[in-house]
């Protein structure tokens, strides 16, 4: 049987709490010298795709701005589309939010980013929830869950009906276009699509319309779970498992030897959830003022707050109940004896491939050929130099198994990806 190609994406690190902004090694997160440096790195790695995800407002907690959170960068397509003129091979994926957005005039942005970069253009996918973002925009918050995933499969349909035909129609529930486009067509049969969601309602969304999902499980077996259900879904749309590939986000930690690497996480988790981070967390989870604890003491005695709104403001609910997710952390904690910020540097870390380049390597490749995915998005801790070190010593080793390419051979991002193009 013929080894499975791994698909490596990089994300470019600045919006989420993973990043160490206050690293005297990280550089800017917004100056075009940055996102360049990134760029041309992983595309000298022969990487598929970089990505950037995108925050549409500044979130806050108790009504403050806080370092938890970095403030956001420029506009998603702005950048992108710098970056098309300075490189060559590398997928342009960003995050684009169907939810304050209209099919015609997002259509058209993509497909010109496509044919600027020659069919490298792809698009993540996300629905955006609350009054709160929704107050930069005229209808603020005015969809519930279950509709906005609905928005979202009538937008991807309006799009790929523009993409694909000078004439277009799109008559469903949440529009009613028709048109002729001056777009020419795209490189690629349209952008990729891509999409990152975990609930029933998002695997669905994947299985359906998306070319890419992302997802956050961290063991070997949970990822195998993941795969098997969303292939399994593929069928009921007239898809194979070829049509959709399944990309963990994922870190990594290198070093000479294992000690040595994992003594280096351990530094940046500690880097990455701060005392005063760690309290912030948990606060999203008590829903409670807790900054008179002591992060290196014990968890709060008394329950999360459910009765009020959300101390924290711009950030999807990862905790559909409160209730129980404190008592299974306090049964972490007390079982593993262990502090508030040991707890949340616990509960929050996302799968690390940590170790020796060789090593790392293998466990990669290990969890692709077991099925557990079909690559992974990375995202380094400092920005923009965090992918040097994993393309410089962790590819060759990827090249060796003969599980990566050497140089780019096809001249799309789907080709790249081994997807067929839009027919």
């Given at each position: 049987?013929?080894?499975?190609?791994?698909?490596?994406g990089a994300q470019f690190p600045g919006v989420n709490n993973f990043?160490?902004?206050?690293?005297?090694?990280?550089?800017?997160?917004?100056?075009?010298?940055?996102?360049?440096?990134?760029?041309?790195?992983?595309?000298?790695?022969?990487?598929?795709?970089?990505?950037?995800?995108?925050?549409?407002?500044?979130?806050?907690?108790?009504?403050?701005?806080?370092?938890?959170?970095?403030?956001?960068?420029?506009?998603?397509?702005?950048?992108?589309?710098?970056?098309?003129?300075?490189?060559?091979?590398?997928?342009?994926?960003?995050?684009?939010?169907?939810?304050?957005?209209?099919?015609?005039?997002?259509?058209?942005?993509?497909a010109t980013l496509d044919t600027l970069s020659q069919g490298r253009?792809?698009?993540?996918?996300?629905?955006?929830?609350?009054?709160?973002?929704?107050?930069?925009?005229?209808?603020?918050?005015?969809?519930?869950?279950?509709?906005?995933?609905?928005?979202?499969?009538?937008?991807?349909?309006?799009?790929?009906?523009?993409?694909?035909?000078?004439?277009?129609?799109?008559?469903?529930?949440?529009?009613?276009?028709?048109?002729?486009?001056?777009?020419?067509?795209?490189?690629?049969?349209?952008?990729?699509?891509?999409?990152?969601?975990?609930?029933?309602?998002?695997?669905?969304?994947?299985?359906?319309?998306?070319?890419?999902?992302?997802?956050?499980?961290?063991?070997?077996?949970?990822?195998?779970?993941?795969?098997?259900?969303?292939?399994?879904?593929?069928?009921?749309?007239?898809?194979?498992?070829?049509?959709?590939?399944?990309?963990?986000?994922?870190?990594?930690?290198?070093?000479?030897?294992?000690?040595?690497?994992?003594?280096?996480?351990?530094?940046?988790?500690?880097?990455?959830?701060?005392?005063?981070?760690?309290?912030?967390?948990?606060?999203?989870?008590?829903?409670?003022?807790?900054?008179?604890?002591?992060?290196?003491?014990?968890?709060?005695?008394?329950?999360?707050?459910?009765?009020?709104?959300?101390?924290?403001?711009?950030?999807?609910?990862?905790?559909?109940?409160?209730?129980?997710?404190?008592?299974?952390?306090?049964?972490?904690?007390?079982?593993?004896?262990?502090?508030?910020?040991?707890?949340?540097?616990?509960?929050?870390?996302?799968?690390?491939?940590?170790?020796?380049?060789?090593?790392?390597?293998?466990?990669?490749?290990?969890?692709?050929?077991?099925?557990?995915?079909?690559?992974?998005?990375?995202?380094?801790?400092?920005?923009?130099?965090?992918?040097?070190?994993?393309?410089?010593?962790?590819?060759?080793?990827?090249?060796?198994?003969?599980?990566?390419?050497?140089?780019?051979?096809?001249?799309?991002?789907?080709?790249?990806?081994?997807?067929?193009?839009?027919?």
């Open positions: 049987m013929s080894k499975k190609q791994i698909i490596l990043t160490v902004w206050s690293d005297p090694a990280a550089g800017s997160q917004i100056a075009f010298s940055s996102f360049r440096h990134f760029a041309e790195t992983v595309e000298r790695g022969k990487l598929d795709f970089i990505f950037l995800a995108e925050g549409l407002r500044v979130r806050e907690q108790k009504g403050r701005f806080h370092e938890l959170d970095v403030v956001g960068r420029p506009n998603t397509l702005a950048i992108l589309t710098a970056l098309a003129a300075v490189t060559e091979n590398i997928g342009l994926i960003g995050t684009l939010t169907t939810t304050f957005n209209e099919p015609y005039a997002l259509a058209r942005q993509l253009a792809g698009w993540n996918v996300v629905t955006s929830p609350g009054a709160f973002t929704g107050a930069n925009f005229r209808r603020g918050d005015h969809l519930p869950f279950a509709e906005r995933y609905e928005r979202a499969r009538e937008f991807i349909d309006a799009a790929r009906a523009i993409w694909q035909g000078s004439d277009f129609v799109a008559n469903s529930k949440h529009f009613d276009i028709a048109g002729r486009t001056d777009l020419p067509p795209s490189p690629q049969g349209g952008p990729v699509i891509a999409q990152a969601g975990d609930s029933d309602t998002g695997r669905e969304l994947a299985a359906s319309h998306a070319d890419l999902i992302y997802s956050r499980h961290g063991t070997l077996e949970e990822g195998q779970a993941f795969y098997r259900d969303v292939k399994a879904r593929l069928a009921r749309y007239g898809r194979s498992d070829n049509d959709l590939k399944i990309l963990p986000g994922a870190a990594f930690a290198l070093g000479e030897s294992q000690e040595d690497a994992e003594e280096r996480l351990r530094r940046i988790r500690l880097q990455q959830v701060s005392p005063k981070n760690a309290i912030v967390f948990l606060e999203q989870v008590w829903n409670r003022d807790l900054s008179t604890y002591d992060p290196e003491g014990p968890l709060p005695d008394v329950d999360p707050e459910v009765s009020t709104p959300a101390l924290a403001q711009g950030r999807a609910n990862r905790f559909d109940d409160r209730l129980d997710t404190a008592r299974k952390w306090r049964e972490i904690a007390e079982h593993e004896k262990l502090n508030i910020r040991q707890l949340v540097i616990k509960v929050t870390a996302r799968k690390h491939f940590v170790g020796t380049p060789e090593t790392v390597a293998r466990e990669i490749n290990r969890y692709v050929q077991e099925d557990a995915a079909d690559g992974f998005v990375f995202a380094p801790h400092l920005t923009p130099t965090g992918f040097d070190e994993f393309v410089e010593k962790v590819i060759p080793h990827l090249q060796e198994r003969g599980v990566y390419r050497k140089d780019y051979t096809r001249g799309t991002l789907k080709g790249n990806l081994g997807l067929r193009p839009a027919a």
